[in-house]
Structures are given as C-alpha cells and as structure tokens.
C-alpha cells in the first residue's frame, strides 16, 4: 500500500511495537483478511474503522492469538512483536496475552469480586510475590484506571454490580493489572451510555504513551476523538492508512470518504 | 422517484376504516379465539392437576394407614420356668432368652383371658390374632428389663395384619363369614378387647426402621431406603465425575470434527434408551464378566450409573454451554490457559447447573426399578444392608414387591412405600431448585 | 459523488450549495449594476444597488443557520465538513464583495452629485469585467465542483491586479495634470482599489471552492499582493 509507505517515511527513527506484514486471514471458505500491511506504534492510539464484516475485529484478535481456538481459522504472513513473530513456535501464547491485552465489546467482568477481577491476571501469571505486592497492583491498576475513588470501599463486591461503564472501566484496570505493551480494545464502547463512553474515552486518552493502543470501532467520531492514526478497512483490505485528522479531513480514498460520511458506495 | 414506485407506494396511504362491520366482526373472531385458547389452555392445566391431585390423594388415602398399626394390650405372666435365669451374664441371657418359648408365654396369656376356649384349633386361631411379630415383641421386653421374670405385666403386643385391617375397616364385618378373613369367633375376642379398651391404633415406628418381612404388620422400609442410598451413592460416586469430565472434555477441549459429532449423538441417544437395556448390559457387565456381587448395591450403582451417565452429560454441557462465551474471552485475553479458563471461570458458573442437573439424573436413578430387577435387586432380603456389597433392594423394588404380594394389608404399605418414595423424590427436586435459585448467576 | 444514505442529509447540503451560488450570482449583479450606475450616473440604479446589498446579508445570514445547524445535527467529516466550512467562509466573501460592490453604488452617486462631472476612465470599465468574469467563474467552479477551473480564477487575479496598478498609475497622474478635479479623481481610486479587492475575494473564493473538492490548500495567495504593494509604494 503506497500510504503505508508513506506514513513509514513519516515516522522515520520511531521502531513499530508491533508490525503486521501481509497478513491473511481465513475462516474456512471465507477470506476475511486479505494482505495487511500495518504498523502499530508505542505512543499511539490506532483506531480501525470500517463497516460490519470488513475484517478489522479479525485483524484485532489475530493481534493476540485469539482466533487461535476457532478451528478453521488459518492466519497467512507475520505479526511482529517488537520484531518477534508472534505466531513463531516457539512464542508462548499465555505470555503474549499478558503482553497483548484485550478489552472487548461488552464488559465482561468475571463474576467475582472487583479485587479478584483486577488480581485474577497478576496470580495466574505469578506477579505478586504475596499478598501486600497483589493489593499494591490492584490499587495501582485501579487508579490508572481511574476507577480507585469509586469502587476503593466496595472492593469485596461483585465486580458485576457496577455500573456498565464502571465495568468496562474495570475491564481495562484487569488488563493493565499483567502490564501489558499493546492493549487492544475491540468496540469498548458499544455497551455503553455517552457519559460512560466519555469516561472510557478519557481513559484511553490517560493511558495512551503508556501502551500501544488498538481500537476498533464502529463510531467513527469515536475513532476521530481518540485516535492519532486511523485505518479503514473494507471487504478484508486496508483501503487507507494515515493520521486520523487526515482521514477525517481530507480521506485520499473514495471508499474512505463514502464510508466515514455515510453514502452510498 | 419513479412515478411507478411513487405510485405503489400510494398503496400505504389508503386510510383504513377500523370501525366498519368487517372490521367490527374480525376484532370479535380474534377475541373469540383469544378466550377460546385460553379456555382450553386452562382446562389442559385443570385436568392435569386433577389427575395428580387424584394420584397422591389415592396414594395417600390408601398410604397413610399404612404408617398406623393395630396393638393389643394382654396381660403376660413372664413365667420363670418358661424363661433363663435373669442372673446369668448378659450374652448368656440373651442367648438362652433367644431359645426360650415364647409362643407358649403367649399361648398362656390368651389362655388366661379366654378360659373357656379350648381345642386346639381354637387356640391356634387365638394366637394368630396376635402378629407372629409378638415373640420378638415379649423377647425385646424382657431383654429391657429383666426384672419381670416372675411377674405379670400388660404388654401392648401387635396385632395380626387381618385384625389390623378390621380395625381401620379394610375388611368388611358385615359380609358372611365364608367370605371374609376373620371369623365370628375372632371378632368376637376382638369385640372383648374393645371393650375393655385394650386394642389402640397408633404411629407404627418399625414401618420407618424395620427391614422386609412376609407379615404386612411387620414390614419396614428402612432396608429399601438404606439400599437405595448405598445404591445413589455409588451412582453419584461414578457417574458424577465422569459425567463432569466427559462434559467438560467435550465441550471445552475436544475439536468440533466427525468422532466427536458421533460422540455427541451416541449421547443424546444413550438418554433415551430404555432402562431394562442398562440392566441387561449391568447383568452381562457387571455380574457376567466382572463376576461382581449379585443384589448388591454396589452393581446396582454401577448400572444406575450407565443410565444416569447421559443425564448428566447433557445437562452438565448444556450448563457449560450457558456460560457466555465474554467470560471464557476475558480469561483468554488475560493469558489463562484453556484449562485455567474451564476451571477457574467455566465450571465453578456451570456449577448450579451441573448440580441440578445431577440431582434431576439421581432423583430418576432413585425411582428406576426395570435394571434393578435384571441384576437381582429384587429378592426377598429382609436385614438392612451394612454395605455396598450386601445384598439389598431399593425403594421402587420394595414398592413392586409389595404391591405384588397377596395379603390385603399390603395395599397400604405399597402407598406408605410409595410416599415415602415421593418425599424423597420430591425432597431432591426441592434441593435442585434451591440450588438453582441460591447459586445462579446474573451476567 | 455519490448520495448520502440519510438524504435530508443531502438536501442540507444542496440548501447551503444553492444559497452560495445565489448570492454569487446577486453579488455579480451587484457590480454590474454599480459600474452601470456609474457610467451612465444613474442615481436610481445606484440606491437600488446599495438597496440590493441587504438581500445578500440576508442570504448569508441563511447560509450561517443551515451550515451551524449542518455541524450541530450531522457533525460532517471529510468532503461534508470541507464542504460546509467553505460555505461559511464563501458566503462571508461574497458578502464582502456585496460591500464593494455597495461603496462602488456609493461613490458613484457622490460623483454623479459632485460638481465638474469627469467621465470614469475605461479602464475601470475592463477592471470591472474582469472582476464580474472572475466571480461568475469562480461561481461555475463551485457549481461544477472544477478545481482546475478554481485555480484558473486564482490565477487570474494577478491580471486584475496588474489592471489595478496601471489605473492607479492613471489616476494618480489625472490627479497631478488637475488637481482642483482631485476629489473625483479619489472617488476613481476607491472604486479601483473596491474593484481589485473583489478580484481578491474571488480568489479566496476559488481557494476555499479548491480547498472544499481537493483537501488540501492553493499556497501563497497572499505573497503576491503584497509584492504589488510595496512595488507601488516604491514608485511612489
């Protein structure tokens, strides 16, 4: 894609985190990933747009291996991690989710209490040596996530008695509990009401330079809000790539500019 | 717009007249059909209400004298020559009191209140108004308290089943002699007794802690029930966790390809296999080649447990596959291994549901007769079992059995059995709902 | 282009369009009604064209409510956004243009009034074509969404400000050979200087028609005119 290259040129000295290199992607018959080229950088927040079916979640979940457990996924080409194939043999699945976190569509907190749902990932992949160093994390992912003040009484209650946003707030405290590099979010907001959504917004805002972002979105005004580089994608291509002031400015494409201000195409 | 398209859609700007006759009439047919489905709904509920309600006020009716027992107070002279010396050790005692005549004790007290009856035949006759129970009644008495050697004591002693049915008017005194159980003779002794207010009906205890035994007045259900139990408990034993295993093998682990597809459907055909097959395959299994214990519980668990496998395969995947797919995502996405992710997340959400699901599978283990009968849990056993390799019965056998049986007053204990058959049906089912609405969880 | 899915999105966008292109085409008339009035010294002419700047005010009044009401319901992006906010500013343009235009109407009756009546000088004549010329193009421009035809108006300026040096040359020099005819000579120079600032406003016109269809901005525009200026004052 010439405007990959041309952003690559853009971002001279800066080492992607993540790159993705002519990757396909099939469901069986269906090809519903068809030769990606894509950088991902540290101090971004990525937003993919593009309508329902165009492969953009699929690209999302090849990202940390989620589409590993349906069976007749197949994934084409490489996606490197700081310039390590993650879908190389020898890489760990267990510890690249640590790595690569998930948020998803609808908040999913575990059906425990808002303590064990932020402690869950930190115990499981051994990174509190006792007890103090667990509270540590959890108040510390809580707070970054902005949700320390509103549940910091309540920590022993269901983590589903929240409040939707609360929850979905709670779901990115879980995934930054692992210290992960690149947090991937699949339509966070979708569940959620527009005050929850500004939350979730300014959230991923705080937390951008801290970690990779990828965001795939369904409200292109979310995407413009949050995002510094925007990617469309239609049918499984990446139609365009570049800053997302660009995109929602002045899109290169037709099918970009059709899809981004609702006509026909 | 085309002038074409324009003008079908003029179609939908038409206005409807909803208040002209047609319309009237129609708004009236669907109100008539409305009530009428209604009506036939509701009458369904009645009739199927009426027939239970009609099923347990029979069982009932019939059952709940099942649990009375008549008892005759006499006065025994405890004659010391027909009985041990009270001052010999304890063991020895016992032993000799088990060899001591207790018939004649008995003979001698019925003697003593009719004086003027004689012969043999008679006498005969006048012992069979007591249970054949009686000895072991006067044994029990003595073995209490020794000291009565030598005096004479009011027993209450139990009744014969037919005078038993007489009292609660399960045999008619008003038909001919010839066509009745108890003869003139009889009611008349009994009469004499009523009289002196010596014949009770009251709560028969040895019903709930007695074993099996030929006489209707002696029978007791606690050997079915700890049979029963021996039975579930290797049921749950085995087909629990492997029932738990193979649900969540498949539905977590296993790859979606043919074999599995065949797995699946051997299931759910497993569950509706009649259940005389499974005794067919415990007798052949179990007793054929494994050479295991005839009427033993434990055969009967293992059998139960090949009906109620399937059950609980079902219900336990089903319960597994209730718990939505955002939970297993997140415990993904935070590096849980698929393993972690079952056991951490899945099962412990499936729980509830697995469980009903077991109780649903051990409450239709509990009332399964048909592969019981095949492997031999159907013989006349009348000690209650110790273990799970001593011969035993179960509930719903004792109940055929019983209901088998000739004599009249078994009618009763057959409802007496079926309901304290129900009330542990229903207790279980009780306990499945109480645990679904106690552990569900809301996502 | 193809049409938007919402289509009384459409219909917003083809308001704020027709609008634009009226009151280009009222701001056209407007010129040459006051070049009108001020050959032929036509006082009635010349109060119905200052008359006629209200409507245009109005107009963009319009146009401002459809455009805020457009970002407030529809939060355009792309091609829309660049669509709208070029509308905005045209229609601010034009309006401009209305205003020249009005001050030209202006001058003339203060000359037709004045004493010692000196006929306008022709190249006033041509400067006023050229402008008129420059704003129905710029007008076809938009209409046609041509950016090449925008950049031609944009490049046509440089032609109206040469005009505009020459007659300020010739002015100044009719101001020197009689100055007791120095007041109408001044009025002559406004009306130039209102002629060429029209001719300016066409070109951001054109720029803002080529920013709304291509995305990106005609550089330098300005550079020019103040290279003209300063030229000027120098010979001065």
Known sequence: MPDTAIDLQNTVGAQPKMSIRDVHVRYGETHAVKGINLDLYQDNVTALIGPSGCGKSTLLRCLNRMNDTIVDCSVEGSILLDGEDIYAKEIDVVQLRARVGMVFQKPNPFPKSVYDNVAYGPRIHGLATDRDALDEIVEASLEKAGLWHEVKDRLDHLGTTLSGGQQQRLCIARAIAVNPEVILMDEPCSSLDPIATARVEALIDELSGHYAIVIVTHSMQQAARVSQKTVFFHLGEMIEYGDTTQIFTAPRQERTRDYITGRFG | MSDDRANNLDVLSRRVNWKSTQMRARVRRRYWADRLFRLSGFSAVVIAGLFLLFLLGNIIQNGISGFMQTSIEIDIAFDPTLLPDPTLPPDQFSAALARADMQRLLRQALMAEFPNVSGRRDIIQLTRMLSSGARAQLRQVILKDPSVIGTTKRVRILASDEVDQVMKGNIDVGVSEENRKLQDKELAWLGRFQQEDRVSLSFHSRFITGGDSREPELVGVRGAITGSALTLLVTLLTAFPVGLAAAIYLEEFAPRNRFTDIIEVNINNLAAVPSIVFGLLGLAFFLGFMGMARSAPLVGGLTLALLTLPTIIISARAAIAAVPGSIRDAARGLGASPMQVAFHHVVPLAMPGIMTGTIIGMARALGESAPLLMIGMVAFIVDVPGGVNDPATVLPVQIYLWADSPERAFIEKTSAAIMVLLFFLISMNGLAIWLRQRFERKW | ?236
Do not use: C
Request: aromatic share 6%.
């Open chain 3, 1 to 236: 282009m193809n049409q938007h899915i919402l289509r009384t999105y459409d219909d917003e966008l083809m308001e704020v369009r027709s609008v634009v292109v009226r009151m280009g085409g009222l701001a056209a008339e407007q010129l040459a009604d006051s070049m009108q009035a001020l050959r032929e010294l036509d006082l009635d002419l010349a109060e119905k064209t200052r008359q006629a700047d209200k409507k245009l005010d109005a107009l963009e009044v319009q146009a401002e409510n459809t455009v805020i009401g457009v970002f407030a319901r529809r939060a355009p992006v792309a091609d829309d956004l660049r669509e709208v906010v070029s509308a905005l500013k045209i229609t601010t343009m034009i309006e401009r243009m209305g205003d020249y235009a009005k001050n030209i109407a202006r001058r003339s009756i203060a000359i037709a009034e004045g004493k010692g009546v000196v006929l306008m000088p022709p190249l006033l004549d041509d400067m006023a074509t050229h402008a008129h010329e420059m704003i129905q193009d710029v007008m076809d421009a938009y209409v046609k969404r041509g950016a090449d035809e925008a950049i031609a108006v944009w490049e046509r300026d440089e032609h109206l400000d040469n005009m505009y040096n020459a007659a300020y040359r010739q002015i100044l020099a009719r101001m020197m050979e009689a100055p007791e005819q120095i007041g109408v000579w001044s009025h002559y120079l406004m009306i130039a200087k209102n002629l060429e600032r029209i001719g300016d406003q066409a070109t951001n016109v054109a720029e803002q028609v080529h920013y709304a269809i291509m995305g990106e901005f005609l550089e330098e525009a300005r550079q020019k005119r103040d290279r003209t200026s300063a030229e000027v004052f120098e010979g001065h």
